[in-house]
């Protein structure tokens, strides 16, 4: 059994910043990519951004110089800072991680998600 823990969400005036946090834990053997996807109303989740086990980064192209994103593998642990938030970018944030378990299975794992809301 694996588990996805999102934290950090809440409300923040545009131009504010927050930090998302992801913790994984459960069966482990290794985490490969993990990323932070986000969902607004009346739309499709989108990626945000990714990070390796190698610690190589992606980022949609909305959120490039604004968010940075990081993980601590010691810890199981993906965050995502978001500075110079936008109302744009309020949404629910899910938490992402491709995963390998102690018994062998590879699959995708998600968080159940944080909501963030930017007002104007």
């Known amino acids: 059994q694996v588990q996805l823990v999102e934290s950090g969400g809440g409300l923040v005036q545009a131009g504010g910043s927050l930090r998302l946090s992801c913790a994984a834990s459960?069966?482990?053997?290794?985490?490969?990519?993990m990323g932070w996807y986000r969902q607004a109303p009346g739309k499709q989740r989108e990626l945000v951004a990714s990070?390796?086990?190698?610690?190589?980064?992606n980022y949609a192209d909305s959120v490039k110089g604004r968010f940075t994103i990081s993980r601590d593998n010691a810890k199981n642990t993906v965050y995502l800072q978001m500075n110079s938030l936008k109302p744009e970018d309020t949404a629910v944030y899910y938490c992402?991680?491709?995963?390998?378990?102690?018994?062998?299975?590879?699959?995708?794992?998600w968080g159940q998600g944080t909501q963030v809301t930017v007002s104007s």
């Open positions: 992402n991680g491709q995963i390998l378990t102690s018994v062998g299975y590879l699959q995708n794992y």
């Open positions: 459960g069966s482990i053997f290794r985490i490969n990519t």
């Open positions: 990070i390796t086990s190698g610690s190589s980064t």
